[in-house]
């Protein structure tokens, strides 16, 4: 199999949201044990599931926005997108699968 170039748009993409998993994962680990004061892999799993991500759109590509994010400005904004932009989406469906 053919591995891409360093240059290729693709590569570079997922190497990106390699970068943004990790953050992810960070940001989800940090909440959880804020919110619920114990650790719960299975509410990280949920969290930072490809499924989870396709309600905002291709995982690959919200996994690299964040490590995007990350690089060029900081972990700080890397986890205040994760706030905004995934966060209420997250607890949205935790509501609806308490249900």
Same mark, same amino acid.
């Given at each position: 199999?053919?591995?891409?170039?360093?240059?290729?748009?693709?590569?570079?993409? =997922?190497? +990106? @949201?390699?970068? &943004?998993?990790?953050?992810?994962?960070?940001?989800?680990?940090?909440?959880?044990? $804020?919110?619920? /004061?114990?650790?719960?892999?299975?509410?990280?799993?949920?969290?930072?599931?490809? =499924?989870? +991500? @396709?309600?905002? &759109?291709?995982?690959?590509?919200?996994?690299?926005?964040?490590?995007?994010?990350? $690089?060029?400005? /900081?972990?700080?904004?890397?986890?205040?997108?994760?706030?905004?932009?995934?966060?209420?989406?997250?607890?949205?469906?935790?509501?609806?699968?308490?249900?």
């Amino acid at each position: 199999m053919k591995r891409p170039r360093k240059d290729d748009p693709r590569r570079r993409e =997922q190497e +990106l @949201a390699w970068i &943004g998993d990790t953050v992810l994962d960070l940001y989800a680990r940090s909440w959880i044990l $804020r919110e619920r /004061g114990t650790v719960c892999g299975e509410t990280q799993r949920r969290m930072t599931s490809n =499924q989870f +991500l @396709a309600c905002r &759109g291709n995982p690959t590509a919200v996994e690299a926005e964040i490590g995007r994010l990350y $690089r060029d400005e /900081g972990m700080e904004a890397a986890f205040a997108w994760i706030e905004a932009e995934l966060l209420p989406l997250f607890e949205k469906q935790e509501q609806r699968r308490r249900r």
